[in-house]
């Protein structure tokens, strides 16, 4: 479906100039106007003329928007959310989408319009290339909440609350090879996930570069986020690869079922083969052996996001970026290499 991004690429304008044309704004060349009127034209757009629809109104409705809706992880976070919500006096309304869909703005903005918002958390996302521009038609405030890029503060027509990824799974593999290891393979979730996978794949790449450890690809496998996909990716992995000592999962879930696969084959998990998670469920704390893991402050990631929404909504703060710490929680699981 034809986008404002996309009539602004074959117009060869940007977006905000596209936005003006549609509003009919006066300081726009006739030239480029009639441009970009026959190209809306060509592409059957239908402008979203909501700009004004999309200004605050007389509803208690907040709307979180997830990517993932079945992310164990994201569903922790969400309880937090509506509780603070309701407390605050308001009432959520839920949307979610999924993997396959990359127009994350053009889902903001229906939502907005439709729900009669006045405001908006999104959990999840692929938010990488956005700029100020984008969010020129969403006239409430929106907070990206645990997305794939950390925001700098030029960035001032949206907030952002979320960690490190890059950095959280740095430290783990550094750990992990300051334990002796080396053969550290990873798995992720999804192929071309361009998300926090992408992160968390380029801290591990990295760590393992910087301590002149080469990355062997048949190391990298896809646990699809499940437990029984990384249950089977573990143990293709292993049936071809018996001198992987540690593991690298990018969600605690598929940590687990790299736990069951390792277990299964007679292998000890912390002995023969370390692990480490990623988010710091309560899974990988009352899993045996208990799972060492990042822990992501998933409560306060989300008493954050709603605090920070209720004061843009009243016009008490402006636009933030706020990056919390992520906490290596060292555990059974994972374990010094005997020499």
């Known amino acids: ?156 027509k949206f907030s952002s609350v979320c960690i490190d990824n890059d950095e959280a799974a740095y430290s783990a593999i550094k750990y992990l090879i300051e334990g002796g290891h080396k053969n550290i393979a990873i798995i992720l979730g999804e192929e071309n996930d361009h998300g926090i996978g992408y992160l968390r794949e380029r801290g591990y790449l990295r760590a393992l570069a910087d301590n002149n450890i080469s990355f062997n690809e048949k190391y990298r496998i896809l646990g699809h986020y499940d437990y029984n996909g990384a249950y089977e990716a573990m143990n293709n992995l292993l049936d071809n690869n018996n001198n992987i000592t540690a593991i690298f999962a990018i969600s605690d879930i598929m940590a687990v079922g790299c736990a069951k696969a390792i277990t299964d084959r007679g292998l000890r998990i912390g002995k023969d083969i370390s692990i480490i998670g990623f988010d710091g469920m309560d899974i990988s704390k009352f899993y045996t052996p208990s799972i060492t893991t990042v822990i992501q402050p998933k409560s306060n990631m989300a008493k954050i996001s709603v605090d920070l929404l209720l004061k843009l909504i009243n016009k008490k703060t402006e636009n933030k970026h706020i990056l919390l710490q992520t906490e290596l929680v060292k555990r059974e699981s994972s374990n010094y290499l005997k020499k």
Request: charge should be neutral.
């Open 1 to 156: 479906m034809t986008n404002i991004r996309d009539i602004a690429k074959i117009a060869g304008v940007g977006v905000s100039t596209v936005s003006r044309v549609i509003n009919n704004h006066p300081d726009v060349k006739e030239k480029t106007r009639e441009r970009v009127l026959e190209i809306i034209k060509e592409n059957n757009y239908i402008p979203n003329n909501s700009a004004r629809n999309l200004k605050k109104n007389n509803t208690n409705n907040i709307g979180v928007l997830i990517k993932g809706v079945f992310n164990p992880f994201f569903s922790e976070i969400l309880d937090v959310i509506s509780k603070e919500i309701s407390k605050a006096g308001y009432s959520m309304i839920l949307e979610h989408h999924d993997y396959l869909s990359d127009d994350e703005i053009s889902n903001v903005i229906s939502m907005v319009k439709e729900k009669r918002l006045q405001g908006i958390i999104c959990l999840g996302g692929n938010f990488t290339n956005i700029e100020n521009e984008d969010f020129e038609n969403i006239e409430v405030p929106v907070i990206l909440t645990s997305v794939n890029h950390k925001y700098r503060k030029e960035c001032k």
